[in-house]
């Protein structure tokens, strides 16, 4: 599935460069790492706030979502905070990889959507939320670390 997905993404961007369509998310040409290889992932949100749609960097974890008792010390964490996390051993270091993935794609999400499928981000705001929320809820490691990589894909669309 994610293979089709990156297909149909790849091939939608391809017909739109050859048709001149740029957007501003993209055209500034700064790639996940602020690097020139396209991609929205944590690195390009952390350095671009400018470009961030309905969110400010200083938001916590906890307005969009909800973290168990084990997780509590999250709540007050800032979303750009969140961006510079590296992760670590068990539950709470897989619930920091999985955070920075899902407020990458929150801002994805809240920036490219458009109304125009062809740069429309795969998930909705409430997909990402719920699916975050269960992963988290469920205290288990490799739910998390199987939820980011999905969202980690589709932050590294490139779109």
Same mark, same amino acid.
């Given at each position: 599935m994610r293979k089709k997905i990156k297909t149909i993404c790849m091939t939608s961007i391809l017909l739109i460069t050859m048709?001149?369509?740029?957007?501003?998310?993209?055209?500034?040409?700064?790639?996940?790492?602020?690097? $020139?290889?396209?991609?929205?992932?944590?690195g390009f949100w952390k350095n671009? !706030?400018? /470009?961030w749609v309905d969110f400010e960097d200083d938001?916590?974890? $906890?307005?969009?979502?909800?973290?168990?008792?084990?997780l509590a010390d999250f709540r007050e964490i800032t979303l750009l905070e969140a961006l510079r996390f590296h992760g670590g051993k068990g539950v709470e270091g897989a619930a920091r990889i999985l955070l920075r993935a899902a407020?990458?794609?929150? !801002?994805?999400?809240?920036?490219?959507?458009?109304?125009?499928?062809?740069?429309?981000?795969?998930?909705?705001?409430?997909?990402?939320?719920?699916?975050?929320?269960? /992963?988290?809820?469920?205290? $288990?490691?490799?739910?998390?670390?199987?939820?980011?990589?999905?969202?980690?894909d589709y932050n590294n669309l490139g779109l």
């Open positions: 048709l001149g369509i740029t957007t501003t998310v993209s055209a500034n040409g700064n790639g996940g790492d602020g690097g $020139d290889d396209g991609g929205l992932t944590p671009h !706030l400018g /470009a938001d916590e974890l $906890d307005d969009p979502f909800n973290f168990p008792a084990e407020v990458a794609g929150l !801002l994805n999400y809240e920036s490219l959507s458009t109304g125009n499928p062809e740069f429309e981000y795969p998930m909705t705001y409430y997909e990402i939320v719920s699916q975050v929320n269960s /992963a988290l809820a469920s205290g $288990d490691r490799d739910t998390m670390l199987d939820l980011k990589d999905i969202i980690d």
